[in-house]
T-cell receptor
Framework: DVKVTQSSRYLVKRTGEKVFLECVQD?????MFWYRQDPGLGLRLIYF???????EKGDIPEGYSVSREKKERFSLILESASTNQTSMYLC??????????????FGAGSRLTVL | DAKTTQPNSMESNEEEPVHLPCNHS???????IHWYRQLPSQGPEYVIH???SNVNNRMASLAIAEDRKSSTLILHRATLRDAAVYYC??????????????FGTGTRLQVFP
């Protein structure tokens, strides 16, 4: 069964720590995405990547960076974690197709708490 | 980006049909309509998508209004496992490399035994 795997389901970090959230997909997808999900706000796009070493800002990139050194792996980095980055983080991937028929496959999520 | 509007919550009894509405009055001719759902403690999962014609798959049916300004996701017989948040999303077919989906807050479906 194809899937998107997020390395940690639950993390607890302290303010100011550097945090790495890892995501790996085994579907040879070109596109990868990081979203965060907060109550009442739905899913918001942080960053996405459509190729190795390529990245594009989403709607809320401030305080985050990403790394895509290999096609299957997309990392989200919080350089200095803050309490307002406490959230559920969701990784997703998809193929590139010249139509609107692309389907995203999501990971199970990583719940980050910053104290 | 074109936006969608969904009710915050809906309720259904088990084994009854459920019709989840979505309004998208600013939809463009190239926007596909996608539906995802998110079960408790899981990431969203794809349900169905369509452009103009009604669509059926093993999970659900998608009914699209003739003017495309609204659509309805139909679960033919709700089960307790269908309790989830359902998201209606527009996907621009012309955004070739930027396959980002804009999620709203969705409709929380409760299913009662």
């Amino acid at each position: 069964d194809v899937k998107v795997t997020q390395s940690s389901r639950y993390l607890v970090k302290r303010t100011g720590e550097k945090v790495f959230l890892e995501c790996v997909q085994d579907m040879d997808h070109e596109n990868m995405f990081w979203y965060r999900q907060d109550p009442g706000l739905g899913l918001r796009l942080i960053y996405f990547s459509y190729d190795v070493k390529m990245k594009e800002k989403g709607d809320i990139p401030e305080g985050y960076s990403v790394s895509r050194e290999k096609k299957e792996r997309f990392s989200l980095i919080l350089e200095s974690a803050s309490t307002n980055q406490t959230s559920m983080y969701l990784c997703a991937s998809s193929f590139i197709r010249p139509s609107g028929a692309n389907v995203l496959t999501f990971g199970a999520g990583s719940r980050l708490t910053v104290l | 980006d074109a936006k969608t509007t969904q009710p915050n919550s809906m309720e259904s009894n088990e084994e009854e049909p459920v019709h989840l509405p979505c309004n998208h009055s600013t939809i463009s001719g190239t926007d596909y309509i996608h539906w995802y759902r998110q079960l408790p403690s899981q990431g969203p999962e794809y349900v169905i998508h369509g452009l103009t014609s009604n669509v059926n798959n093993r999970m659900a049916s998608l009914a699209i209004a003739e003017d495309r300004k609204s659509s309805t996701l139909i679960l033919h017989r709700a089960t307790l496992r269908d309790a989830a948040v359902y998201y209606c999303i527009l996907r621009d077919s012309e955004s070739y490399n930027t396959d980002k989906l804009i999620f709203g807050t969705g409709t929380r479906l409760q299913v009662f035994p």
